[in-house]
């Protein structure tokens, strides 16, 4: 009888291997829209060309697309940073002052020049350096401080802006669009006649003609001159997530490659609303670390929604031009509110 009850009392307070305690537990996002909502991945949509997470140490950076280039190192290899300091997964490139570290694909047909409908292109990244034209993506031919020929995203010359070009043409961000230290969805798009710089899945700036690149024998490369190999003018600070995109997106779209990311586990929104309703950060997180559960205002029209991994902009006031997150924005947006972008629904297609 004594066994007996020494067995019960252990059956009772033991606790399965993997179990985890219920204070911690992360409770899954509350059930909204039908099942033909359910989020899209974007890595295979006809146009997505390109999309790379950088999740390798070194060497070959695979493409999540199919059929898709994969990238590889160059120059010195360069440097990856962990989880911690990165938007997405567990690493980021992350090449350093003063070095030549960069990722190439040799130019083989057609892949990722421009084509007649236009295109996208971009990353999560953070800077750590000013100085001349820092180079993120670029695909052509170039000099210090301009680009001739193909397309490019980078810091501009001597300040903190976004610089897209396609061709000659340069197209900015607002002032101070890309701060150092800070982690931004940066992107460039064009369609058959202007191009877009954005920020956080914004547009940011002014829409500009821009010309139509051709095709190039150019290598296309992140965080480097297509044409040169030049230290100090490349990238210093992290890059994530990079992606290349053969048309032009909506605007709705490109806040969706900026807020859930091209693979709909991470998607912060869902098919019915545009949004994830949560009650606390956790029913974000379990699909992005970095989700945040927009308690700020309830004016706000993504009130009690996930944002995701995204960033907003600070709208009227002082910090018109600055990122800011939902859940601070009364610090972060002093005599303004905090927006974020509108995404398309977790089921849409992709461009």
């Given at each position: 009888m004594i066994r007996l009850v020494a067995l019960l009392l252990a059956l009772a307070v033991a606790a399965p291997a993997d179990a985890v305690p219920l204070a911690v537990k992360r409770r899954l996002y509350p059930s909204v829209g039908s099942a033909s909502s359910a989020p899209s991945s974007w890595y295979n949509s006809t146009n997505t060309k390109g999309v790379w997470l950088m999740e390798e140490s070194s060497g070959n950076r695979a493409n999540q697309t199919t059929g898709g280039p994969t990238l590889s190192d160059a120059g010195t290899t360069p440097t990856t940073t962990a989880a911690g300091t990165v938007m997405q997964g567990t690493r980021a490139l992350d090449p350093g002052a003063g070095t030549s570290e960069y990722l190439t694909w040799t130019d083989s047909g057609t892949t990722l020049d421009h084509s007649s409908g236009g295109n996208a292109f971009g990353?999560?990244?953070?800077?750590?350096?000013?100085?001349?034209?820092?180079?993120?993506?670029?695909k052509g031919t170039s000099t210090t401080t301009a680009v001739s020929d193909g397309y490019m995203l980078g810091r501009a010359t001597g300040n903190a802006n976004i610089q897209c070009n396609w061709d000659s043409t340069v197209v900015s961000g607002v002032n101070n669009s890309l701060p150092a230290s800070t982690n931004l969805h940066v992107a460039c798009r064009k369609d058959g006649t202007n191009g877009q710089a954005f920020l956080n899945?914004?547009?940011?700036?002014?829409a500009t003609a821009a010309s139509a690149p051709g095709n190039n024998g150019n290598p296309f490369r992140v965080g480097s001159r297509s044409s040169a190999a030049t230290a100090s003018q490349q990238w210093d600070g992290r890059i994530d997530e990079v992606f290349y995109i053969a048309t032009n997106p909506s605007d709705a779209q490109m806040c969706r490659i900026a807020r859930c990311g091209f693979d709909g586990t991470y998607c912060a929104c869902d098919g019915s609303t545009g949004y994830?309703?949560?009650?606390?950060?956790?029913?974000?997180?379990?699909?992005?670390p970095n989700g945040v559960c927009d308690r700020g205002s309830s004016s706000n029209s993504t009130y009690g929604t996930c944002a995701g991994r995204m960033y907003g902009i600070c709208n009227g006031g002082a910090n018109v031009n600055l990122p800011c997150t939902s859940a601070n924005e009364s610090s972060d947006c002093p005599s303004s509110y905090c927006k974020l972008c509108t995404p398309v629904a977790c089921n849409n297609a992709g461009p």
């Open positions: 990353a999560w990244v953070a800077t750590d350096a000013t100085g001349n034209l820092r180079r993120i993506i670029e899945g914004h547009p940011s700036g002014t994830k309703t949560c009650i606390t950060d956790a029913d974000c997180q379990v699909h992005s």
